[in-house]
């Protein structure tokens, strides 16, 4: 049977943690992710788990010693949010190019500045090009679940994963959660399998090569390839976790997506505002619907197309602006995606939430307004728009 | 997958590349060749070289081997990326520089 609790985001992932045991983690503090090595040492302080824990001098240390710790065969975490994920981001780019399959939980949260500790995915998009396996969760619940698929996915393809969750949002709010069997939890995420690792006997090795222009090439091709296929990977390690616990994750969920005329594609805890929304205006009549992305990198791309086809037309929702002068990372990812399969559609893209900004269900009914206004006019307008923002 | 980085040649695919070109064996300085990007390259004059050796230990890499009767040998150019060192060191004017034309 599983077991009902009241968690934090935070909570749950450092009970993941301690419900996996992990070999070594490397963490340095920062809000809003603190929490989850406090949580985790006082397991270790209390001889709960058998990890090493590493206690190092920045994040750029920690995820440095995760390399060390996965190079060598060990299961090596860490958990950071904002400037912590900026400071770590040189050996985030070495960990997936030595394609070490460290698990990384961030509670995302805005970069400065002006000075913000609130919610936004300015942290996470900002190392989206590292080589990451990125998912995303809506709540709580979502965040233990993805953490405890994690090592799995990534493992089988030997990239590092991130799991992030919503600063604040969810990660310091107290939810009602199914938590799995510790032993079953156990099974489930099974022993790391091991091929080459600097502590095998008989076997010498080096990691980190250097590679001259002959054959850099090559180990980025080899590295892309990983990232197409974790898109598989996600797939099969999800199932399996439905089968276990009768909640079934896909690379996207869709919403209220088979009649709907249309929608909003976001990503993270506003996706639960948005169901909200859709509720109140499917019942006023309005075909609206939700595409929520749990999948950030590898990217949903073709069942995104899937999923928008027939719409009238549709807003792609960033918490971050890219600051190119005309649109935020997931309406570009979206957008390369419908040209690339040859889709023409009507589609604006809305930054909002930012630093911590409410985003309430009126906010994502004003969307949907513009929205049908869009399909009722033909007229896209203005792409890139501000949600809320006082003119 | 090419498993050795002896066997791993400038025409191997990315699908037999090792993975991240992680190395899984020692020495592999003896068996990778480090001179293929050379533009100038020492050539030697037996007429001029006294077998002074003043010559083999300045060579940062291992292009300037000395046999067990301590003499030293031609360049190695497997390893030779041609810095010219070997060629200032000499004080009999043995070594010169020309174009390398491999």
């Known amino acids: 049977m599983a077991i009902r609790e009241r968690l934090s985001g935070n909570e749950a992932i450092a009970y993941a943690m301690k419900q996996i045991n992990p070999d070594v983690m490397g963490a340095f503090p920062i809000t809003p992710s603190t929490e989850i090595p406090q949580y985790f040492a006082t397991y270790v302080d209390n001889g709960e788990v058998d990890t090493e824990f590493i206690a190092v001098e920045s994040e750029h240390s920690a995820m440095s010693t995760c390399i060390g710790a996965e190079a060598a065969g060990a299961r090596a975490i860490s958990a950071t949010s904002s400037c912590g994920l900026c400071y770590m981001t040189e050996m985030l780019y070495i960990a997936a190019s030595d394609r070490l399959p460290i698990t990384l939980a961030v509670s995302c949260r805005a970069l400065s500045g002006p000075i913000n500790i609130n919610n936004d995915h300015s942290d996470a998009m900002g190392v989206r090009d590292a080589g990451w396996i990125m998912l995303f969760a809506e709540t709580n619940q979502e965040a233990y679940d993805n953490y405890l698929m994690a090592m799995r996915i990534a493992e089988s393809v030997n990239l590092p994963i991130m799991i992030c969750q919503d600063g604040f949002i969810t990660s310091h709010a107290i939810e009602n959660i199914d938590l799995v069997e510790t032993e079953k939890v156990q099974e489930f995420v099974g022993e790391r399998p091991l091929d080459h690792y600097l502590l095998k006997p008989q076997e010498t090795m080096a990691v980190g090569a250097y590679a001259t222009p002959v054959y850099y090439m090559e180990a980025k091709r080899a590295q892309a390839q990983a990232m197409i296929d974790a898109k598989d990977a996600i797939r099969k390690v999800s199932k399996e976790f439905g089968d276990m616990t009768g909640r079934y994750y896909d690379l996207i969920e869709k919403y209220e997506m088979d009649d709907a005329e249309t929608a909003v594609i976001m990503i993270g805890s506003s996706a639960g505002t948005a169901k909200e929304a859709i509720q109140d205006l499917r019942a006023k009549g309005h075909k609206v619907g939700l595409i929520k992305v749990r999948s950030f990198h590898p990217f949903p791309d073709k069942e995104i197309v899937d999923a928008v086809k027939g719409l009238k037309a549709f807003a792609v929702m960033d918490k971050d602006d890219s600051f190119n002068g005309h649109c935020g990372p997931m309406y570009a990812e979206t957008c390369a995606a419908l040209v690339a399969a040859g889709v023409s559609a009507k589609a604006i893209n809305y930054i909002y939430g930012l630093g911590g900004r409410d985003v309430k269900v009126s906010s994502i009914e004003k969307v949907f307004a513009e929205l049908e206004e869009i399909a009722k006019t033909g007229n896209v307008g203005e792409t890139y728009r501000y949600l809320e923002v006082r003119e | ?102």
């Open chain 2, 1 to 102: 997958m090419s498993k050795y980085a002896a066997n791993t040649a400038p025409d191997v695919s990315w699908k037999d590349l090792t993975r991240a070109c992680d190395i899984y064996e020692p020495a592999t300085s003896e068996v990778v060749e480090t001179g293929d990007w050379r533009v100038m390259k020492p050539v030697i004059d037996w007429s001029k070289c006294k077998q002074c050796l003043l010559c083999a230990p300045c060579c940062p890499d291992m292009s300037i081997p000395v046999n067990a009767e301590g003499k030293r040998e031609d360049f190695n150019y497997f390893f030779c990326k041609g810095c010219g060192i070997c060629a200032n060191a000499c004080p009999f004017g043995a070594i010169t520089m020309v174009k390398n034309k491999d």
